[in-house]
């Protein structure tokens, strides 16, 4: 194939797997998307990654087995060395540990590699997106949880494995229960997960709400981004004070974060990012500024260019190091 051996990419969210065939210029050659399984466990995650990913490679006619290889961007505990990953709680059933750079390089006849789901899609921003004019930025992905990546003097900061996880910045003590388990996180205000529960919860206590009428009528079987868009432009009351407060918390926890690091920019993606970043841009920006130690100066803020496919191209760079 003309410009060299084409990589794959695999972007494993909460609910949504999103794949693309990447040529080494980073252009996408063909993608496919599958809705993340809800029950099984790991093994069924894994089979619909392969599914996924054999119909992005079918629709840039291409084989699996012929590509260079294929990257995975995946939430959790994620280790590159052994392509083990654990304790993707937002992921069905997967409290422990499943190989799945092994079970997916078994099944696809190729290598794989993984990375921090966020981390990959803050770098393909830098390199091909909306951080391409810095050289020091944070990532903030805003979707079914909300996850960071970090680039620092145009390098990847993972720390000791761990750097990032933005979501699980403490901006209430004693908060509201996080995914996680623990209490006060940016994620228990902002995570679409979060947001969802909460959401039933107020519904059941008799607050109205459009939003599980429009699930239902959509075919969705959570509040997607979508579901949410659709109420607020409803003017559905209990969806707008639940994005107002995910504002809060983020601005809140993101400024914290700049203060701490002073990149030049912060990247806003994710499902939710995506569609919401440029409308609530003001009041976001706001809500830093109460915080931002140097208010005066404070980083840019760009949404996520690169969309949906982000995470995916991002993953497929992991053959580009």
Not at 135 to 153: H, Q, R
Not at 316 to 321: E, H, N, T, Y
Request: with cysteine; aromatic share 4%.
């Amino acid at each position: 194939m003309a410009g060299g051996v084409p990589r794959g990419g695999i972007d494993l969210g909460g609910t949504k797997i999103q794949t693309a065939i990447v040529d080494p210029g980073g252009e996408v050659l063909g993608e496919a998307r599958h809705p993340t399984p809800t029950s099984g466990g790991p093994a069924d995650v894994a089979q619909a990654m392969e599914d996924a990913l054999r119909e992005a490679a079918s629709s840039a006619g291409v084989k699996p087995e012929d590509l260079e290889g294929v990257g995975v961007g995946s939430p959790g505990d994620v280790d590159g060395k052994t392509g083990v990953v654990s304790a993707a709680r937002n992921l069905p059933d997967w409290e422990g540990s499943f190989p799945l750079g092994e079970t997916l390089a078994k099944a696809l006849g190729v290598e794989v590699r993984l990375g921090n789901d966020v981390q990959v899609a803050t770098e393909a921003e830098f390199h091909l997106g909306a951080g391409r004019p810095f050289s020091s930025l944070i990532g903030v992905f805003w979707g079914t949880g909300v996850g960071g990546g970090i680039v620092l003097d145009g390098k990847p900061w993972l720390g000791r494995g761990a750097a990032g996880e933005i979501g699980h910045m403490v901006v209430k003590r004693g908060g509201a229960k996080c995914p996680c388990g623990r209490r006060g996180c940016m994620e228990a205000y902002a995570g679409r997960a979060a947001m969802e529960a909460e959401a039933r919860r107020q519904h059941e206590e008799g607050t109205k709400t459009d939003l599980f009428k429009l699930m239902e009528k959509h075919g969705k079987d959570r509040l997607t981004s979508g579901i949410w868009d659709r109420a607020i432009q409803h003017g559905d009351e209990l969806a707008g004070r639940l994005i107002d407060r995910a504002i809060e918390a983020l601005g809140t926890g993101v400024a914290s974060a700049v203060n701490l690091l002073d990149p030049e920019a912060v990247i806003v993606g994710g499902g939710l990012g995506v569609r919401f970043g440029e409308r609530y841009m003001e009041p976001l920006t706001e809500e830093m500024d109460k915080h931002l130690f140097v208010n005066e100066r404070p980083p840019a803020i760009r949404v996520a260019s690169l969309g949906d496919l982000g995470g995916a191209i991002g993953a497929s760079l992991l053959f580009a190091k």
